[in-house]
């Protein structure tokens, strides 16, 4: 099963990526590196909620709204901007899988991204109907039809076997109030303390946790 950062590297990625920051009105480089640290995050948070049956059953219930077809129209959904009805879609989908933790999320990635708050939510907003497209479609593909298979499919598109390292990161961030001790610690795990690869590069050191070669 290709991994969600696998898919962001590969041809449709970069269109993804160029897309939302074109829609957006960001830098494409800064726009990459934020959907590097946020999708993996989002289904973080999609895998907590889907481990209660009422999580799991509001997801299932997502995922059949979203078939995919949002791929297979890339060219038309960003010729011209996302349109309303999309970026509307988004901020749901934000509220739904993020909850109270989505204003700390956004913080985290916007300081290690080097890019305001606004302007990541904008980002996001953009890009979560297009990754629900994503797990939409796989679960169609491979049948999935309760909480368990769903559990697996995210697991699978994280990277499968993750170790603790990359758990805690991904925990952390969830968990972040957007706090100067909480981000310095996200920064510390994933940098090691080095600040030469702070910014732009942290999306490398991402795809390198999640076994992007």
């Known amino acids: 099963m290709e991994g969600i950062l696998d ?14 920051a074109g829609s957006t009105g960001q830098d494409n480089s800064k726009t990459g590196s934020v959907l590097t640290m946020a999708l993996p995050v989002l289904m973080k948070a999609m895998e907590r909620n889907a481990a209660t049956p009422q999580g799991a059953e509001g997801l299932m219930g997502a995922l059949s ?8 129209n890339l060219g038309d959904l960003f010729s011209g901007g ?21 204003q700390g999320v956004q913080q985290v990635i ?5 890019m305001d708050t606004g302007a990541v939510a904008d980002i996001l907003k953009t890009a979560a109907p297009i990754l629900m497209g994503v797990l939409g479609k796989q679960s169609r593909q491979n049948g999935i039809s309760n909480a368990g298979g769903l559990g697996d499919l995210l697991g699978g598109m994280l990277g499968g076997s993750k170790t603790k ?15 100067g001790s909480i ?13 030469k690869k702070s910014g732009g590069l942290l999306g490398g050191l991402l795809g390198g946790l999640f076994g992007k070669k």
């Open 165 to 179: 390292n990359e758990q805690s990161f991904l925990e952390k961030i969830l968990d972040a109030d957007g706090d």
């Open 65 to 72: 709204k979203h078939d995919g077809g949002i791929l297979d």
């Open 183 to 195: 981000i310095d610690d996200v920064a510390g795990m994933v940098l090691g303390g080095s600040q």
């Open 82 to 102: 996302v349109n309303k009805e999309v970026v509307d879609d988004g901020g749901k989908i934000l509220g739904h899988i993020l909850g109270s933790k989505q």
């Open 110 to 114: 916007g300081q290690k991204a080097g």
């Open 7 to 20: 898919l962001l590297n590969s041809p449709i990625g970069k269109t993804i990526i160029s897309g939302v």
